[in-house]
């Protein structure tokens, strides 16, 4: 098992930045792979970015270029800076963990970013 505490939401405008954290309760390094996802209501959850334990990333297409996606294992912390925000990024943004037996997110922080 392993718990999510994620933090960073907020309000921004169009144009600017928030960088999103993600503590989990073990060694990040023992996890198979630590993601991002982001879902607004009435839609499914969408990957937005994911690194391996062995320091593979990968972004989706819709934000490659504006998020990226880092660690800190002293810290047992990832995060998610993005930059150049638009307003089709307002969700509430989730930390997913993968511990190889299984899956688990933490509850979420809001992103909203207005016009």
């Known amino acids: 098992q392993v718990q999510l505490v994620e933090s960073g939401g907020g309000l921004v405008q169009a144009g600017g930045s928030l960088r999103l954290s993600c503590v989990a309760s073990?060694?990040?390094?023992?996890?198979?792979?630590m993601a991002w996802y982001r879902q607004v209501p009435g839609q499914q959850r969408e990957l937005v970015a994911s690194?391996?334990?062995?320091?593979?990333?990968y972004s989706s297409d819709s934000v490659k270029g504006r998020f990226t996606i880092s660690r800190d294992a002293d810290k047992n912390t990832v995060y998610l800076q993005m930059v150049s925000l638009n307003v089709q990024d307002t969700a509430v943004y989730y930390c997913?963990?993968?511990?190889?037996?299984?899956?688990?997110y933490g509850r979420g922080t809001q992103v909203t970013v207005s016009s």
């Open positions: 073990r060694n990040i390094l023992s996890l198979d792979h």
């Open positions: 997913y963990a993968d511990t190889g037996y299984g899956g688990y």
């Open positions: 690194v391996t334990s062995g320091g593979t990333t």
